[in-house]
């Protein structure tokens, strides 16, 4: 990885410039120096970063390399299909329209409508603007712009570029957040007649949900808003899952996503054939729903919806259980332990058996549903500008608002 070089203040200012949409013949003006100084500035800095003379590459660069460093902002902020996510990252390394059509396979003209939607949903002036606000939605990341750094390739010869993977959703995990180990259990000895009660050394009363069930211990890193930070690693978190599944919240972004359908109300999930209760009376899911603005997104970025998937319009559906592990006593009598390694289905109507289990993801049963065309359902109802979402709630509780 290159090493970042110490910008100049003009450097700095040029670059800024830039991420606000300027274009070279409109810098003069807006840095007070002749055409001529102002060329040379930019061409200088294009040398010292070893960028082509592309402003969009230009502050591709300088932000991989950590020469400049923009704020970031929540992903989920932004609905974008995925036709257009996959531009960015080719305008970050130097791609023109025309490389772009024989990178994606494509015809020139379907880039060209993709990337004019692009800008206007962005409402970005230059390309240059769009790759910096792309940054800033983690769209356009280091780990792109370094491969091909690394491969020296430039423009239309980046063949190794990848379209942008899916966003962090807000129920996903974070590198920094900390699963509970085991020696936070114990087994507490039931009342006369009744099996023992897992439960933890220093329980409180947020550890259990309503129906009693104790759920899994998992620290939580988020930003002043309440919205998880960090690079997002597999699993789901237990609390935020539980929130998000329990209130029928958008998994992306935990915004509201109850659908208006006139007469009626609905939730959109989008489900898979491996979720279809074994007698055919409905699907049962452990994945929240999703909202309207950030359907298309989820259906087309994320792995578990790649081989196929139903949209369904949810009316009547019902908490039925939690995926979890039953744990039992140890050879040292002390501590306690997982009687399998992997997750299973356990139904709140088991009372005995829930009273040794942790629950990880709670399970919905889809009762009442009708299939539904997403991409025409989108079209209906999607709005093009961002909506403002509200805040993820700070607290890990498990008790009804």
């Known amino acids: 990885m290159r090493t970042a070089p110490a910008l100049e203040a003009d450097e700095s200012l040029l670059l800024q410039h830039l991420a606000d949409g300027a274009l070279l013949t409109e810098l003069p ?21 070893r960028a082509p003379r592309k402003p969009a590459v230009l502050l591709a660069i300088s932000y991989a390399t950590g020469a400049a460093q923009p704020a970031l902002l929540d992903p989920s902020d932004i609905a974008m299909p995925a036709t257009e996510r996959e531009l960015l990252p080719l305008m970050a390394v130097g791609m023109t329209l025309k490389g772009m059509a024989q990178h994606l396979d494509l015809s020139r003209g379907t880039v060209e409508r993709r990337a004019q939607s692009l800008m206007e949903n962005l409402q970005a002036k230059t390309w240059a603007q769009a790759v910096h606000l792309g940054w800033q939605y983690q769209i356009v990341t280091a780990d792109v712009i370094t491969a091909w750094l690394r491969a020296g390739a430039i423009g239309d010869t980046a063949s190794d570029v990848r379209p942008a993977g899916s966003p962090a959703l807000y129920i996903q995990a974070r590198e920094a957040e900390v699963a509970e180990t085991s020696r936070a259990l114990c087994l507490v000895p039931g009342r006369s007649g009744e099996l023992p009660v897992l439960s933890y050394w220093d329980q409180t009363a947020d550890d259990r949900d309503e129906q009693g069930t104790l759920w899994a211990r998992h620290s939580e890193v988020l930003s002043h808003s309440g919205r998880p930070v960090g690079p997002a690693v597999p699993g789901k978190h237990p609390i935020r899952q539980f929130n998000t599944m329990r209130r029928q919240r958008c998994r992306v972004g935990f915004c509201p996503a109850r659908l208006d359908l006139g007469k009626s109300h609905a939730h959109l999930y989008l489900a898979t054939a491996n979720e279809l209760l074994p007698d055919g009376s409905g699907y049962r899911t452990v994945e929240p729903p999703t909202c309207i603005d950030h359907a298309l997104l989820c259906a087309e970025t994320e792995p578990r919806l790649q081989d196929g998937y139903t949209a369904l319009l949810v009316s009547t559906s019902t908490i039925s259980g939690v995926l979890g592990k039953r744990f ?60 403002s979402r509200p805040s993820a709630p700070r607290s890990s509780t498990h008790q009804a608002d």
Do not use: W
Request: aromatic letters at 8%; a positive charge.
């Open 328 to 387: 039992g006593p140890l050879d040292d009598g002390i501590n306690v332990g997982p009687t399998r390694d992997e997750t299973e289905f356990h139904p709140y109507a088991d009372r005995d058996a829930m009273r040794s289990v942790l629950a990880y993801q709670l399970a919905r049963d889809l009762t009442s549903y009708k299939p539904t065309d997403l991409r025409r359902l989108v079209r209906a109802s999607f709005r093009t500008a961002p909506l």
């Open 29 to 49: 003006a807006l840095l007070k120096i002749s055409a001529r100084t102002a060329s040379a500035l930019y061409g200088k800095l294009c040398d010292r970063l």
